[in-house]
Nanobody, 122 residues
Framework: QVQLVESGGGLVQAGGSLRLSCVASGRTFSRSTMGWFRRAPGKERDFVAAISWSGGSTSYANSVQGRFTISRDNAKNTVYLQMNNLKPEDTAVYYC???????????????WGQGTQVTVSS
């Protein structure tokens, strides 16, 4: 069992930065692939980024490539999403998720956090 708690969301102007954190409880964190997803108002949940259990492999959605960076600290049971050059279209609730293998599909992840709101003003 893994419980996930996100933090770090907020209101930021376009071009600004935020760093999201997701703290996990449970002994399986260090063996879990971690992902970030987001859901904008009125839209479906979208893949943002994922990182392998070792941190050696990462994957990004095209829309965030070059602006967002996913990382993890297994000693702290934490995964991060550094978001730079934010755009209004990045406005969404951001969720972290834990699973057994890397995937852009949400169905591949077993555990989900409650989400943190990110709002980017123009």
């Amino acid at each position: 069992q893994v419980q996930l708690v996100e933090s770090g969301g907020g209101l930021v102007q376009a071009g600004g930065s935020l760093r999201l954190s997701c703290v996990a409880s449970g002994r399986t964190f260090s063996r879990s692939t971690m992902g970030w997803f987001r859901r904008a108002p009125g839209k479906e949940r979208d893949f943002v980024a994922a990182i392998s259990w070792s941190g050696g492999s990462t994957s990004y959605a095209n829309s965030v490539q070059g602006r967002f960076t996913i990382s993890r600290d297994n000693a702290k049971n934490t995964v991060y999403l550094q978001m730079n050059n934010l755009k209004p279209e990045d406005t969404a609730v951001y969720y972290c998720a834990a699973g057994m293998y890397m995937s852009i599909r949400g169905q591949a992840y077993e555990y989900w956090g409650q989400g943190t709101q990110v709002t980017v003003s123009s």
